[in-house]
């Protein structure tokens, strides 16, 4: 009896629950002209299925910057320029949106031409890609919601350009874009199977028998 006890208590863990799991669930979208106003949806964590132990929300951005010089001297320029998209979030859920809405900004997209010589004329540089992103450890209650649902993300933005070096005579334009999407993981217990009592009593009672059955029928020296 003493080896059939273990085998019989891991079937009754077994029977009462599972390991822990993860779900991930995700939204993204693609590059438009500045400025920008996106948005994307998530689903609450469905408390009939099990305990959250977790929240980790990763808001990402995708930028693109061209720029367009003029140099109306007579001679060349040596400049540097450079353009930073910033990102601001906020949500449809107040306790997701308390936090984002403290982020000035959630996420800054920074691209440089570094040094550049211009000729007399038009010149364009570009597109310079950028891109960022921030992984949040949220409190899971903020996500709980029995029955399900669903929240939104928003994304705006603001955009800013530099010019350094012989800028006597230049002029500079920026044109950008960006997208923006989010990833939230949940790290959660599923709630234990639900086995009939019946159904366990004849469980452990076909293992008692069997148990009985093998010491029986030990075999004769």
């Not at 109306?72 to 449809?92: F, K, Q």
């Amino acid at each position: 009896m003493n080896r059939i006890l273990p085998a019989l208590l891991l079937t009754g863990l077994l029977a009462a629950g599972l390991p822990a799991q993860a779900a991930s669930l995700s939204f993204s979208n693609a590059p438009e002209l500045t400025p920008i106003t996106q948005a994307g949806t998530l689903d609450l964590f469905d408390t009939s299925i099990g305990t959250l132990q977790s929240a980790k929300l990763t808001i990402f951005g995708v930028g693109s910057s061209t720029f367009s010089f003029d140099n109306t001297s007579s001679g060349s320029r040596n400049v540097t320029a450079a353009s930073e998209i910033s990102l601001y979030t906020s949500s449809s859920l107040s306790g997701l949106a308390t936090i984002l809405n403290s982020l000035l900004p959630t996420l800054s997209l920074t691209a440089s031409t570094g040094p550049l010589t211009l000729a007399s004329g038009f010149t364009a540089v570009g597109p310079l890609a950028s891109s960022g992103s921030l992984e949040l450890d949220l409190d899971p209650s903020i996500f709980l919601s029995a029955g399900g649902g669903n929240f939104t993300v928003w994304c705006e933005n603001t955009d800013s350009k530099s010019l350094q070096g012989e800028t006597a005579g230049v002029s500079m334009s920026l044109s950008t874009s960006a997208g923006c999407g989010a990833t939230l993981v949940y790290d959660y217990l599923p709630n234990p199977s639900k086995v009939s009592e019946p159904a366990t009593l004849a469980l452990l009672g076909i293992g008692l028998m069997g148990a009985l059955t093998s010491r029986r029928r030990k075999p004769r020296h």
